[in-house]
T-cell receptor, first 114, second 113 residues
Framework: EAQVTQNPRYLITVTGKKLTVTCSQNMNHEYMSWYRQDPGLGLRQIYYSMNVEVTDKGDVPEGYKVSRKEKRNFPLILESPSPNQTSLYFC?????????????FGPGTRLTVL | AQSVAQPEDQVNVAEGNPLTVKCTYSVSGNPYLFWYVQYPNRGLQFLLKYITGDNLVKGSYGFEAEFNKSQTSFHLKKPSALVSDSALYFCAVRDSGTYKYIFGTGTRLKVLA
């Protein structure tokens, strides 16, 4: 089944404790992206990747890191989480970078930073 | 800079009536426009897109959207609403000159039986 998977689905952590949210897609998509969803703010793009080893900042990259060492994986790293990073996070993938298609979204990761 | 506006936080419509969810955008180049739907406790699902060509695009679940370049709008429509259409709807835009996506703040659609 074609899908985007994220782990963990739920995470409660404390300020400053490094964490990684994994994202994997099995569709050989070039483009992958991370978003956060907050009430009243909609979805905001954190980082995106056009292909392996090619990443760029979205609208809200502060406090986050990403890497794209393999085509299928695009982990989101919070080196020192803070309470303002409490949010619902979505990973998404897209078949092409130059040819815009609809994105496939993962199920979401609900992160709480205490 | 790119931007998207969804002016209505919530839209209520009676089952069987036509529905419209509004979206306006701003880009410097040519727009790529998208609609997504989010059901409770789920990820987003792609509904339809406008890249080029016919201004009226049809998508999943009977939804359609009309691209209006002069009004910079891309409103989502359905001729006859179902209770099961109740969900959160997001409009998104990507400027043809970038790889960045901008999403609106979302419109909650409530279809009343």
């Amino acid at each position: 089944e074609a899908q985007v998977t994220q782990n963990p689905r739920y995470l409660i952590t404390v300020t400053g404790k490094k964490l990684t949210v994994t994202c994997s897609q099995n569709m050989n998509h070039e483009y992958m992206s991370w978003y956060r969803q907050d009430p009243g703010l909609g979805l905001r793009q954190i980082y995106y990747s056009m292909n392996v080893e090619v990443t760029d900042k979205g609208d809200v990259p502060e406090g986050y890191k990403v890497s794209r060492k393999e085509k299928r994986n695009f982990p989101l790293i919070l080196e020192s989480p803070s309470p303002n990073q409490t949010s619902l996070y979505f990973c998404a993938s897209n078949p092409g970078t130059s040819d815009p298609q609809g994105q496939y979204f993962g199920p979401g990761t609900r992160l709480t930073v205490l | 800079a790119q931007s998207v506006a969804q002016p209505e936080d919530q839209v209520n419509v009676a089952e069987g009536n036509p529905l419209t969810v509004k979206c306006t955008y701003s880009v410097s180049g040519n727009p790529y426009l998208f609609w997504y739907v989010q059901y409770p406790n789920r990820g987003l699902q792609f509904l339809l897109k406008y890249i080029t060509g016919d201004n009226l695009v049809k998508g999943s679940y009977g939804f359609e959207a009309e691209f209006n370049k002069s009004q910079t709008s891309f409103h989502l429509k359905k001729p006859s609403a179902l209770v099961s259409d109740s969900a959160l709807y997001f409009c998104a835009v990507r400027d043809s000159g970038t790889y960045k996506y901008i999403f609106g703040t979302g419109t909650r659609l409530k279809v009343l039986a």
